[in-house]
């Protein structure tokens, strides 16, 4: 393998020197087959060039055949990709009906279960040489049918083994990364693309760095697919993702993309390709640095694309330069805009915080409420506590993990119900959404008197 690594997933080419492909995921029960296949279709009418469908269990295994069979019986060739966490059986069973089967690595075979792991490390290369045991029917059944492999690594799920040795850190990613890159050359399987994804612009922006980094050196450059998880929605969700993206993009990293955001999966890809075609328009010689303050003058006319430009290049001088302000002129829009678009990107890259943090995962077939309004109502009520961070996530299963590092949270129980959290604590039972909001309120409040 060497620096150029390409291959084809279904028909689209990824890595080398193709073009940044742009994907989303379905937020569809996936046993609701006609409601993921239109999903689907809307997706890719909106410029999706991939489509992502969780897979939680078995039981979805025959639904996710029927939406392939469907979609291709109406000529939509999209690539399908399965998401899968926890089960390597369903990993399994996907990965001769998809093009590419999504893994994470923090939950296959291995564990996270906020625990402290000391092992000696005759102990820990024993649970790795586990893990690739484990493994070798997919690396199998993939190499049958030409099936891709993605690595998804979060920051959020790392698995105990990994974190007890290098702490919860972008270094932890890598090596988790890497552990499986062997793995996957153990078994002579390349086919393989590799996230990094976190919550913080800043962690997803070293984990995939330094990954690139050290693949570069041990020759074995895979593709990367970047994307900043649990960005949000509206203004700060294209901020969060633009702002990591968009850099990554800037310093030469990234094949394929997503811009995660609690919205309709569709609203994602048509400011993904605006952000990338953006990118692909600018230089880090497009902006100024004086005394630390980040300048920026652009008369771009669309206001998608000149945030994807503005907070693309501050996202580049945040992480290389550690700027402590931005200073942003377009006389196509008004004085206050610009100045909201400067908070928002002083906010999304940590330099200035002037509101309370949000973080809300898109939501997916595992989502029982409706994520999209109760973050809403969250941002609304919620906004005035500079300095917390507040999580909005769709699952029990993996929202406290993806969001331990929150103040406080609402995640998602069953049928429209949902629990509070603070940290990675469960504080209540399942809740109704209005009495979950009365409880965040009093947490949020007494944390704010106790400051
Ligand atoms: S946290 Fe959100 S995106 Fe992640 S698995 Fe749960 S519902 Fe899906």
Known sequence: MNSKTSFNIGKVTIGGSSPVVVQSMTNTDTNDVAASVAQVRRMVAAGAQMARLTVPSLQEVEAMRAIRDQLRADGVDVPLVADVHFNPKVAEAMASV?????????????????????????????????????????????????????????????????????????????????????????????????SMKSSNVHTMMEATWLLH????????????????????????????????????LLMGVGDTVRVSLTEPPENETPFAHKLVDAVNTLTPCDYTIHDNVM??????????????????????????HRIKDVKLINSRFGKDECAELEATILQACHIKMSKTEFISCPSCGRTQYDIQAVLSQVKERFSGYPGLKV?????????????????????????????????????????????????????????????
């Open 213 to 248: 980094h050290e693949m570069a050196r041990r020759g074995c450059t895979y593709p990367l697919h970047i994307g900043v998880t649990e960005a949000g929605n509206g203004l700060e969700g294209r901020v969060k993702s633009a702002a990591g993206i968009g850099a990554l």
């Open 295 to 320: 300048e920026y003058a652009c008369d771009e006319p669309d206001w998608d694309t000149w945030l994807a430009k503005a907070s693309a290049l501050a996202g580049h001088a945040y992480y290389n």
């Open 391 to 451: 999580g909005v996530m769709g699952c029990i299963v993996n929202g406290p993990g993806e969001m331990a590092d929150a103040d406080f949270g609402i995640v998602g129980a069953s049928h429209g119900t949902v629990c509070v959290y603070e940290g990675k604590t469960r504080l209540t039972e399942a809740l109704s959404v209005e009495q979950a909001m009365k409880h965040l309120e009093k947490l949020l409040k007494d944390k704010m008197m106790a400051k």
């Open 98 to 194: 998809v093009d590419k089967v999504r893994i994470n690595p923090g939950n296959y075979v291995d564990k996270r279960s906020f625990k402290q792991l000391d092992l000696t490390d005759s102990e820990y290369n024993a649970a790795v040489e586990r893990m690739a045991l484990r493994a070798e029917p997919l690396f199998r059944i993939c190499r049958e049918h030409g099936t891709a492999i993605r690595l998804g690594i979060n920051h959020g799920s790392l698995c105990d083994r990994i974190v007890s040795r290098y702490g919860n850190t972008p270094r932890a990613m890598v090596q988790s990364a890497l552990e499986w890159v062997d793995i996957c050359e153990h078994y002579d399987f390349h086919k393989v693309v590799v």
